[in-house]
């Protein structure tokens, strides 16, 4: 008896490992499916909704604030847009609340939350509440599908350190509401990315052009790692 005991322990086992692999593969957030690959999604474009549609709802910050730390000139926040002495203009202009909402309306959210059906809007101004945070009712109510999600840019940040290259730092909100009537499920974190600029970039004539489009670039990776950060939550 013992030995018939042994002999199934030993067929069941390779059986056991195998779908343990399996499932840490489906689990594992590296491997993307290429069969799920949607058409390029039209900027500011609402696609037309099923009933079984997820909704994706977007607004970007108010505007873009600037750090800078330098060997002696440091901790003032917008210091170039304020005009103090010593502080280099960061090109934030090239994140402002129509330049952002543009480069949301760019990112293919299709892709980003896996789901080729979604629905998304982006809204060309802030949500204008005063507390998205704690607030438990959708911004858009009206019509709303039932599978609901709002993604907020609450900050965005750039970045120089005397030490380090400059980046964008973003704050973002997902707020989740599965179901009519659902209290939301909210997710919060900061995301950055760093803004790639050559010493070729500083030389060219258009340099400040450069400029813009690298923190513009350095903003949508990280909105990017941002989405992916939210989908384990």
């Not at 593969?25 to 590296?30: H, Q, T, Y």
């Amino acid at each position: 008896m013992g030995g018939a005991r042994g002999r199934y322990r030993r067929l069941v086992a390779p059986v056991r490992a195998i779908l343990a692999t399996s499932a840490l593969l489906a689990m594992s957030p590296g491997a993307p499916a290429a069969a799920q690959t949607p058409p390029a999604q039209t900027p500011f474009a609402t696609a037309a909704a099923s009933p079984a549609a997820c909704e994706l709802q977007i607004w970007p910050a108010a505007t873009t604030h600037t750090t800078f730390q330098g060997w002696i000139r440091a901790g003032a926040v917008d210091g170039a847009r304020r005009g103090v002495k010593g502080y280099p203009d960061l090109h934030a202009n090239a994140l402002d609340t129509a330049q952002q909402a543009r480069l949301l309306g760019a990112i293919d959210w299709r892709r980003a939350f896996n789901d080729p059906s979604l629905v998304v809007v982006v809204h060309a101004a802030p949500t204008g509440s005063a507390d998205d945070r704690s607030r438990t009712s959708r911004l858009v109510a009206e019509g709303s599908s039932p599978c609901y999600r709002e993604l907020i840019i609450t900050s965005s940040i750039v970045e120089s350190e005397v030490f380090s290259k400059q980046s964008v730092r973003i704050l973002a909100l997902r707020k989740r509401f599965d179901g009519a009537g659902s209290a939301p499920a909210n997710f919060s974190s900061m995301s950055e990315s760093a803004i790639l600029f050559s010493d070729q970039d500083k030389a060219a004539a258009d340099a400040s052009a450069r400029m813009d489009a690298a923190v513009e670039a350095a903003f949508v990776v990280a909105v990017n790692k941002f989405a992916v950060m939210q989908s384990f939550h």
